[in-house]
C-alpha cells in the first residue's frame, strides 16, 4: 500500500514563507492532497493537484510535484500566525493515505 | 452548502461497551469515508461506503463496523469497546468515491474510552 512521509516539525517567522514537504511511495495516486487541521477540529481541503502536473498556485498556497522522486511541497506564502496548525498531504488509488502531519509554528 | 456533520462531537463510555457514531455528508456526495485518528498512529482508513455498499475496508477487527443508508447518511458501530479504542473519528464524504474526488471531513467524534 501507498507510504507517505512527512518531516513532523516546522517554524517560520510571520511574513516568511514556509515550505512543507511530502514523500509518497504510491504512483498510480490520481490526485494528491494537502490538508489543514486546527485544534479540536477536523481535517480542511486546502487544495489538490491532479497526478499529471507540476505546479498549481491558489493565492498563497504553492503546490510542486516531482513525479520522478514522488515528492511533493507545499509552499505558503506570506505566512501569518492564523497558519499556525498541523498539515497533512494524502495520496492513494483506491484509498488516501494521510502523512503523520507536520506541525507548522507562526510566530510573530 | 452544509459541510459533513458528525454527531456526537464527544461520547465517554465504558471498555465492554458498544457505541454508534452517525454522519451527514454534504449534500449530493455518494461517499463516506471513516478515519480513526490517534496521537501515536495517525490517520488511519476505516471504511469507504458509496450508494450503501462498503467499497473498501481498512486493517482494523470486525468489532468495527458501519453501513450507509439510501440518503447517503452513514453509522459506525464499534462493539465490545476497548481503552485502545478511544481516538477521533473523522468522517469524510466525497462525491464520486476517494479514488476520483476529495475528501470533505466533519469536525470528528472524540471516543474516550475508559
Known amino acids: 500500500g501507498e507510504d507517505v512521509e512527512q518531516s513532523l516539525f516546522l517554524s517560520v517567522r510571520e511574513g516568511d514563507s514556509s515550505v512543507i514537504n511530502c514523500t509518497y511511495t504510491d504512483s498510480s495516486s490520481t490526485y494528491l492532497y494537502w490538508y489543514k487541521q486546527e485544534p479540536g477540529a477536523g481535517l480542511q481541503l486546502l487544495t489538490y493537484i491532479f497526478s499529471n502536473m507540476d505546479m498549481k498556485q491558489d493565492q498563497r498556497l504553492t503546490v510542486l510535484l516531482n513525479k520522478k522522486d514522488k515528492h511533493l511541497s507545499l509552499r505558503i506564502a506570506d505566512t501569518q500566525t492564523g497558519d499556525s496548525a498541523i498539515y497533512f498531504c494524502a495520496g492513494g488509488y483506491s484509498t488516501l493515505t494521510f502523512g503523520k502531519g507536520t506541525m507548522l509554528l507562526v510566530s510573530p | 452548502k452544509a459541510g459533513v456533520t458528525q454527531t456526537p462531537r464527544y461520547l465517554i463510555k465504558t471498555r465492554g461497551q458498544q457505541v454508534t457514531l452517525s454522519c451527514s455528508p454534504i449534500s449530493g456526495h455518494r461517499s463516506v469515508s471513516w478515519y480513526q485518528q490517534t496521537p501515536g498512529q495517525g490517520l488511519q482508513f476505516l471504511f469507504e461506503?458509496?450508494?450503501?455498499?462498503?467499497?473498501n475496508k481498512g486493517n482494523f477487527p470486525g468489532r468495527f463496523s458501519g453501513r450507509q443508508f439510501s440518503n447517503s447518511r452513514s453509522e459506525m458501530n464499534v462493539s465490545t469497546l476497548e481503552l485502545g479504542d478511544s481516538a477521533l473519528y473523522l468522517c469524510?464524504?466525497?462525491?464520486?468515491?476517494?479514488?476520483?474526488?476529495?475528501?470533505?471531513f466533519g469536525n470528528g467524534t472524540r471516543l474516550t474510552v475508559t
Open positions: 469524510a464524504s466525497s462525491l464520486a468515491g476517494q479514488s476520483n474526488s476529495p475528501l470533505h
Open positions: 461506503y458509496f450508494s450503501e455498499t462498503q467499497r
